[in-house]
């Protein structure tokens, strides 16, 4: 992004012209996504029923235990699915990027990203379809005999983490890829003029070289993840509460406003502080 | 060695590949079949569901609603994002860096949140719940998208042509369409489409911003609430077929623009 550098102000363009092309797009933001952020913010200062402000939204969420154990489930389950879909996507990466022959690399890609097409709701669905108790699994374990009763698959947190691995494994497949495709060959070469095998090459260059584009790779994973109600909702069911499925709840049955609002904002202070944490290994990537 | 690495990489491949199929060949061969549930053993092969999915006005009116906010938001986004890049790609602004970081602010926060937000404003201003609410969420999670793509497309050989336009005398309007939009098309269409899918699969904001009339994502979440149900399985089946289709053609699209 350094067109911004080579744009000067043009001879016959008046003042009016540049603010007039970029005021849509800025006022649309304003509006309609910063402002709704202040309501959303004054919001979770009042009260459900009453009037004037409170802070009590926010301190219930740290007295009752259920609403803590919200947060603490969903950390736990995203960090399960960003450390299983890095572990499983980045072989999976290497192996397209360095097995599979140049002229098929294009083809394995787009099958290995075919079912991102499906619409999300359906392919959280299809997991339910595999995994419950008269699914395509429990059939066959119980058909070849080796377990005598069905597992209780569907409606776990198994499931759940089953569902978002399955999204971010092609998420991060296709990023680790690109990573991977974008490392000149001379250092693979100069590590072997070096004299070091192909595991220490892997190890000492390879990896170290595509670790930022793992980091961005994985942040995007925990961001999305965390702040999704659909897999959750359908795969885990209601045994386990995620903080998406807490806010809704709010809404849903008791439209109650304000504390969805506070829990909210609660979810999206911890997402920046996972930002802020991450933004030392983040940032290596621009330069 | 390197046959051992060659023969574990196959198989590994072949497992994730199978892990990444499992779901979607299964809820496609089941909506194969007749049978009230979408269950092992395979029976079938058989259209009943399609027939009664195509036959659900709920859902087809569902479907039209989808293709409508999807085309019109994403038109809106394209038209703001590309406006802005341009402003910002070839003029000196008074603190571009912090306005160009704001338009992609968004990018940063979930849907569950955006939609939130627009609901408690939307309430707190008497807006009703409506497809035209979706749509204006819809634009701002792909707003800053498409001005993401286009703005970082737009470089220094852009700009030496629309100068050269200048100079023969083109006025700032036939620049920008006889000009800029022509070069910047692949851009442009990249920002489109993406918007389209997202748009087409945006569960969160349609749920919390629509009522009676609503999108696809929405009317299929409804019918989960029945449980295991073949005629699921027969949307979703469609639903990926439709995609696949637009995928195919966008490749093919833009090989062909690769090869001119």
């Known amino acids: ?287 | 060695m390197r046959r051992i690495v060659r023969i574990v990489s196959w198989l590994y491949a072949l497992a994730v590949y199978g892990f990444i199929f499992l779901p979607v060949v299964v809820l496609v061969l089941f909506s194969l079949q007749s049978t009230s549930f979408p269950i092992p053993p395979f029976t079938g092969p058989s259209l009943r569901w399609y027939d009664v999915v195509l036959s659900d006005t709920r859902l087809t009116s569902a479907l039209v609603n989808s293709l409508l906010v999807a085309s019109i938001s994403s038109l809106a986004a394209v038209t703001l994002g590309f406006l802005s890049a341009w402003g910002f790609a070839r003029f000196v602004l008074p603190g571009s860096g912090l306005l160009r970081g704001l338009i992609t602010l968004p990018l940063t926060v979930s849907y569950l949140i955006i939609g939130m937000g627009l609901l408690v404003l939307f309430n707190w201003a008497g807006v009703p719940k409506s497809l035209l609410a979706a749509g204006i969420g819809h634009v701002v999670i792909n707003l800053p998208l498409c001005f993401a793509i286009i703005y970082s497309q737009m470089g220094d050989h852009q700009i030496n042509i629309e100068r050269a336009a200048r100079d023969l005398g083109a006025p700032e309007w036939k620049v920008l369409l006889l000009i800029t939009v022509p070069v910047m098309a692949p851009a442009i269409f990249a920002g489109f489409f993406l918007s389209m899918t997202f748009s087409w699969d945006e569960f969160v904001i349609s749920f919390l911003l629509t009522r009676f009339d609503t999108t696809l994502p929405v009317e299929i979440w409804n019918l989960l609430r029945s449980g295991l149900n073949p005629k699921t399985n027969a949307v979703g089946s469609l639903v990926f077929a439709v995609s696949i289709v637009l995928v195919v053609l966008f490749e093919l699209t833009l090989l062909r623009r690769r090869k001119a």
């Not at chain 1, 294009?106 to 419950?132: I, K, N």
């Not at chain 1, 089953?162 to 693979?188: D, E, W």
């Not at chain 1, 961005?216 to 897999?231: E, K, N, P, Q, R």
Request: hydrophobic letters at 55%; glycine letters at 6%.
């Open chain 1, 1 to 287: 992004m350094t067109a911004a550098n080579n744009g000067r102000a043009l001879p016959r363009a008046g003042r009016a012209l540049p603010w007039a092309l970029v005021t849509p797009a800025l006022g649309w933001t304003l509006l309609f996504f910063v402002l709704p952020f202040i309501a959303m913010g004054l919001s979770s200062l009042t009260a459900h029923e009453g009037s004037g402000f409170t802070v009590s939204n926010y301190s219930q969420f740290f007295t009752n235990p259920s609403y803590w154990q919200a947060m603490v489930n969903s950390l736990e389950v995203t960090a399960i699915v960003t450390v299983v879909s890095v572990l499983l996507a980045y072989p999976f990466a290497w192996i397209l990027a360095e097995q599979v022959p140049e002229r098929w690399q294009r083809l394995a890609l787009m099958l290995a990203v075919l079912p991102f097409w499906t619409s999300y709701v359906v392919r959280s669905y299809s997991w339910l379809l595999v995994l419950a108790q008269n699914g395509v699994i429990n059939r066959a374990l119980t058909g070849i005999g080796v377990v005598a009763e069905p597992l209780q698959l569907a409606n776990t947190r198994f499931a759940t983490v089953t569902g978002f691995v399955h999204f971010f494994v092609m998420l991060l497949t296709l990023t680790i890829f690109a990573n991977l495709k974008q490392l000149s060959p001379s250092y693979r070469k100069a590590a072997a003029d070096l004299g070091a095998g192909p595991v220490r090459t892997f190890l000492h260059v390879i990896l170290p070289l595509t670790l930022p584009g793992i980091m961005v790779g994985a942040f995007l994973t925990f961001v999305l993840c965390i702040g999704d109600y659909i897999t959750p909702q359908i795969l885990g069911g209601n045994n386990e509460l995620l903080m998406p499925q807490l806010v809704m709840m709010q809404i849903g049955r008791r439209g109650d406003f304000p504390l969805a609002s506070a829990l909210s904002i609660i979810l999206m202070a911890v997402v920046t502080i996972a930002y802020l944490a991450c933004a030392r290994w983040l940032k290596i990537e621009r330069a």
